[in-house]
C-alpha cells in the first residue's frame, strides 16, 4: 500500500526580512550582493558607482546613501526572500519603523570596526519593539582596525542580547579571505577575482582556536536552550544539528543573536549569510498570528491563504507607473480585480493590477497570498497605516507609530504661478511620507513643512523640485518646541456660563494641574458623590486635551502634566457635554497662566569621529553650542566624542566640522527627547 507524503505548506519557504544598521554601515552592498548571487542581476551594484539596484532614487545616488525603503524579492535555496532595504541614517528612522511593522526577521549590519553605532542602536532599539527576529552580520572585515571580537563585544555591551557567534575569520584586515564555520568545522574560502566560495578544511594555524570557539558556542547555548542543555550534560558536546535547532529556537524567541561576519564589498561572507537567514530566522507560519480589533472586539488572523483578507499599507509612492501601496498580507488571498475594504477610509476600493516589486522595476502578479510583500495599483484612499480587509471580514490592524517632526521650515513657490502645483506636490509628500507635516502658519500665512531633521526636509524639497521642476524658497529650519509644568496650581476654578437666547451652557470645575514625571498627559478624577456625571468628566479631560495644543508661553504643545477634576457642578437645564468641554479647554489654559511654565526644546546625542590632533578645536565648537560631553573613547588615531546638543545649535554643524577637521571628521546623531531652554522659565499671568 503507497502513503502518500504530507503536503509541505508552502509558506515554510518563505522569509520577510529588513536589512538594518547605522549609515554606510554597508546595509546597500549587503543587498545587492544577495541581488546578484540570488541571479536578479548579472552584474554587482555598487554604491559609490551609483549602479545599485535599491538606491535607484536619483537623490540617493548622488548622496550615497539610502533615503527610502526599497522592496526586492529573489529566490535562494529554495525559498522566497522579500527583502526591504532600509535607510540607515535618523532623518529618516521613519522608513524603518514602517517596514519593521510588517517584516518577520532582520539582519542587523554591524561595522567591524565601529561596532554599533547611534543609529544601529536606535534601530536595534525599534526592532525590539515590534518583536523582530534578528541576525547579526559584522561587515567590512577586510577595513584597516577591523575587529570581530571588539564588534561582538560592542554588541553585548550597547544592545544586551545574548551574541552567539558562529564563525571565525580567516586573516585580519586586508589579508581577510575567508571563514571558518563552527558548527560543520569547515574553512569557507573566497577566490580574488570571481569571489567563487571554496569549501576547504580547517587550516591547522586555526585548527585550536576554532575547537576553543566551538566549544564556546556549544556552552552559550546550552545555557539558554533546554533541550541543548541535556544533550550537552549527556554527551559533554553538541551535534551540528543539536546546534543548528536551538541556534534557530533561540534566535526566533529573542534570547539569543547568531552572529556572521565577512566583507560585502569584496563579496565574502555573503552564501553562508543567505544560508543563516534561511536557517534561523522566521516564516510567516512561524510568527503569532496578527491581532486586530473591530468595533472593540479583538480578533486573531493567521497565516492562511483560505482565511479572509487582511493586509496593512506600510509605504505608499507615486511612480510614473501609477500610485503604488505596498502591502504585508497576513491572511487571504488577493487577486487582480477583487474589491477590498479600506478600514480605515471606511470605503471600498478595487485592485487594478498585482506586483511584484524589484525596487524601481516590478513583475505582475495574478494573485498574492497571505505572507507575501507586494504592491498594488488602483488604491487612492489608503495610506501607510491603512488595513485592507475583505468586505464581510472588516478588521483594523495596528498602524505603525509615527514619531512627532522636530524641524520645521518655511516653504513657498520662487513664482506665484507655481503655488498650486506646489501645495499639490506638498500634499503628495505628506501622503507618502506621514513623517512630512504640512501646515499654514495661522499668524504670518506661511506654508510650513515640518519633518524629522535637516537632512530629511532638504530631501523633500529636492524631491518636489526633481518631479514638478517648482522651483522653492526655503526658509531658515527652526526647531519644534514643547511647554511644561514645573509648578502647578491646585483648586483652579473655571464657570463657564454663557446665556445669549435659548438654551444656554453652564459647566463649573474645579482643577489641580501639577508636573508628570515625564512626557505626556494624565488625567483623572477624584468627583464624589455624582456631582459632575461621568459623561460630562469625559468632556471635561477632550477639552484639556485640546487646550494642550497652545501653550501660555509661545503657543507650543504643553506636555509633561497631570490634571485633576477635584470637584463642580452642573445646572440641570443648561449644563452638556459641550459646556463641560469648554470649561475644561479654557479652564485648563487659564489655570496654565497661574502655573509656573518653562520652555522645552529637542536634544540629541551625538557621536563625533575626530582626528586626535583636531579634538581640543571640536571640543571647543560644541561647548559654544551648548553642548555636555557625556564621554569620550580613544582609538588609534582618532576620538570618539559623545555629547548631548540642543538640535538647534547642529544646524549647520556638518560643515563647520568638516572645516575644523580638514574633512575627516564624521558625526552621527539620534534625538533623545527634551531638555528645559536655558531661562526659559516664564510665569505666565
Known sequence: MRTERPRVNPLTAVRNLGILAHVDAGKTTVTERFLHLTGITHKRGEVHD???????????????????????????????????????????????????????????????????????????????????????????????GADLDTAVASIRERLHPAPLVVQLPIGTEDGFTGVVDLLRMRALVWVDGDGTMTELPVPDALLEEALRRRRLLEEAVAELHPVALEEFYAESALSAETLGTALRDLTRTGDGVVVLCGS??????????????????????????????????????????????????????????????????????????????????RRSERIGRILRVQA????????????????VVGLTSARAGSTLCAPGAPLV???????????????????????????????????????????????????????MGELHLEVAVEKIRLATGVEVDVGRPRVAHRETVVRGVSGFVFRHVKQDGGA?????????????????????????????????????????????????????????LRVTLTDGSTHVKDSSEKAFRTAGRLGLRNALRACTTVLLEPVVEVTVTVPQNA??????????????????????????????????????????????????GTFAARPTGYARVPGGVVTAR
Open 50 to 144: 551609483g549602479t545599485t539596484v535599491t538606491d535607484f532614487d536619483p537623490q540617493e545616488r548622488d548622496r550615497g546613501i539610502t533615503i527610502f525603503a526599497a522592496a526586492v524579492s529573489c529566490a535562494w535555496d529554495g525559498h522566497r526572500l522579500n527583502l526591504i532595504d532600509t535607510p540607515g541614517h535618523v532623518d529618516f528612522a521613519d522608513e524603518v519603523e514602517r517596514s519593521l511593522r510588517v517584516l518577520d526577521g532582520a539582519i542587523a549590519v554591524f561595522d567591524a570596526v565601529a561596532g554599533v553605532e547611534p543609529q544601529s542602536e536606535s534601530v536595534w532599539r525599534q526592532a525590539d519593539r515590534y518583536g523582530v527576529p534578528r541576525i547579526a552580520f559584522v561587515n567590512k572585515l577586510d577595513r584597516a
Open 264 to 345: 560585502a564589498y569584496r563579496n565574502r561572507g555573503i552564501e553562508p549569510l543567505l544560508d543563516a537567514v534561511v536557517a534561523y530566522l522566521p516564516s510567516p507560519l512561524d510568527v503569532p498570528p496578527v491581532r486586530g480589533t473591530y468595533e472593540g472586539t479583538e480578533q486573531e488572523r493567521r497565516a492562511d491563504p483560505q482565511l479572509p483578507l487582511a493586509a496593512l499599507v506600510f509605504k505608499v509612492s507615486a511612480t510614473a507607473t501609477g500610485r503604488l501601496t505596498y502591502l504585508r498580507i497576513y491572511s487571504g488571498t488577493i487577486e487582480k480585480g477583487d474589491t477590498v475594504w479600506d478600514s480605515g477610509a
Open 360 to 375: 524601481d522595476r516590478h513583475e505582475r502578479l495574478d494573485r498574492a497570498v497571505a505572507g507575501d510583500i507586494v504592491a
Open 397 to 451: 490592524l495596528e498602524p505603525p507609530t509615527v514619531a512627532d517632526p522636530v524641524v520645521s521650515v518655511a516653504v513657498e513657490a520662487r513664482r506665484s504661478t507655481d503655488t498650486d502645483r506646489l501645495t499639490s506636490a506638498l500634499a503628495r509628500l505628506a501622503e507618502e511620507d506621514p513623517s512630512l507635516v504640512v501646515r499654514t502658519d495661522s499668524e504670518t500665512g506661511q506654508t510650513v513643512l515640518s519633518g
Open 504 to 560: 444656554g451652557q453652564f459647566a463649573h470645575v474645579v482643577l489641580d494641574v501639577e508636573p508628570l514625571d515625564g512626557p505626556g498627559f494624565e488625567f483623572r478624577s477624584t468627583v464624589v458623590g455624582g456631582r459632575v456625571p461621568q459623561e460630562y468628566v469625559r468632556s471635561v479631560e477632550a477639552g484639556c486635551r485640546d487646550a494642550l495644543t497652545d501653550g501660555p508661553i509661545g503657543g507650543f504643545p504643553v506636555t509633561g
Open 615 to 664: 579634538l581640543g578645536g571640536v571640543l571647543g565648537d560644541l561647548s559654544a553650542r551648548r553642548g555636555h560631553v557625556t564621554g569620550t573613547t580613544t582609538r588609534p588615531g582618532t576620538t570618539l566624542v559623545t555629547a548631548t546638543v540642543p538640535l538647534s545649535e547642529l544646524f549647520g554643524y556638518a560643515t563647520r566640522l568638516r572645516s575644523r577637521t580638514q574633512g575627516r
